[in-house]
């Protein structure tokens, strides 16, 4: 028997469809799914493309896919930072990582609780879990808790603490219990005598890996995308991160560009001659890049997380 794409070849040359969609309709599929790939990846492609073109071309013709002159004028400002560039890639990645890691963890020792049926004061966290995701108790009471009281300033505690729970992920995370571990699993591993955390790390967690990588990945993006923490309680350069410097640096070309008859002749020419256009798409590529590798690794435990509960079993 030999199975090739969607269709089975039995005895010679009758076959049959592995499921009931026409082959037009699936063409039709087809070329539908790929316009919106071809969607997602046009406009990355189009960035990297800008931030090589030169700045005289976006000038002259605006953004193209086909600029007059490339340039790497953008990418030279971008290193001209030196070790502050890679320091900041540094503190991104351990804050990412750290972060990530924590985050998850408090994420699933508040969900397990709540999928847990013979736990009393499952209908309370629940509702205080869903309670802070409509109330907030707002940015400057946020702030004074965290500047002064839990002494979150220019620290990494600082850019890693204020993200660690997300109301959001733990209702995610409860559902992946709920659909994926029937709670009699629970029940005879603890008749067999498995104690509470015996049973989450040996017994439950394997079952929800595709869940734990899901909330995994979007915990490690907002991380990987935060910048607004620093800005709030950081004022030391050698803890930016990599967003916020280059936001910094970004904003400082900008700056001068629109300044530039103040600073003389001298300051108005080398003002003019920065790449402020390229620069921000250099900014972004540099940004994006990183996620964008990493993502393949976790692709095939997103897609199975995602689809949990969609199919039974």
């Known amino acids: 028997m030999t199975v090739k794409a969607n269709t089975r070849t039995v005895k010679g040359n009758h076959s049959?469809?592995?499921?009931?969609?026409?082959?037009?309709?699936?063409?039709?599929?087809?070329?539908?799914?790929?316009?919106?790939?071809?969607?997602?990846?046009?406009?990355?492609?189009?960035?990297?493309?800008?931030?090589?073109?030169?700045?005289?071309?976006?000038?002259?013709?605006?953004?193209?896919?086909?600029?007059?002159?490339?340039?790497?004028?953008?990418?030279?400002?971008?290193?001209?930072?030196?070790?502050?560039?890679?320091?900041?890639?540094?503190?991104?990645?351990?804050?990412?990582?750290?972060?990530?890691?924590?985050?998850?963890?408090?994420?699933?020792?508040?969900?397990?609780?709540?999928?847990?049926?013979?736990?009393?004061?499952?209908?309370?966290?629940?509702?205080?879990?869903?309670?802070?995701?409509?109330?907030?108790?707002?940015?400057?009471?946020?702030?004074?808790?965290?500047?002064?009281?839990?002494?979150?300033?220019?620290?990494?505690?600082?850019?890693?603490?204020?993200?660690?729970?997300?109301?959001?992920?733990?209702?995610?995370m409860r559902t992946f219990f709920q659909t994926s571990v029937p709670f009699d699993l629970v029940e005879a591993a603890t008749i067999d005598g498995s104690g509470e955390y015996n049973t989450l790390l040996r017994i439950i967690l394997p079952i929800v890996k595709p869940g734990i990588a899901t909330i995994a990945l979007l915990t490690s993006l907002a991380f990987w995308n935060e910048w607004f923490l620093c800005l709030l309680y950081v004022t030391d350069r050698s803890l930016y991160p990599l967003q916020y410097l280059l936001m910094e640096m970004q904003r400082n070309a900008e700056f001068l560009a629109r300044n530039s008859s103040m600073l003389g002749a001298v300051g108005a020419e080398a003002a003019k001659t920065l790449p402020t256009q390229t620069m921000r798409m250099a900014v972004v590529v540099f940004i994006v890049l990183p996620i964008a590798c990493a993502y393949p690794f976790f692709q095939r435990y997103v897609i199975a997380g995602l689809t949990i509960g969609s199919v039974k079993g």
């Open 16 to 172: 049959f469809r592995l499921n009931q969609i026409s082959r037009r309709t699936e063409a039709l599929f087809h070329v539908i799914l790929g316009l919106f790939a071809l969607a997602c990846i046009i406009p990355f492609l189009f960035v990297i493309i800008i931030s090589f073109s030169s700045e005289d071309s976006i000038r002259t013709i605006g953004y193209s896919f086909t600029p007059t002159a490339w340039s790497l004028s953008a990418y030279e400002q971008v290193f001209k930072m030196g070790d502050q560039l890679w320091r900041s890639y540094f503190n991104s990645f351990l804050i990412t990582i750290v972060g990530t890691v924590l985050s998850v963890a408090m994420c699933v020792l508040y969900a397990y609780p709540l999928y847990r049926k013979d736990y009393k004061l499952r209908g309370f966290f629940s509702f205080l879990n869903f309670f802070t995701m409509i109330f907030g108790g707002g940015l400057i009471p946020t702030y004074i808790i965290c500047r002064n009281l839990l002494g979150l300033s220019n620290n990494y505690a600082a850019l890693i603490v204020p993200l660690l729970v997300n109301p959001f992920n733990i209702i995610v």
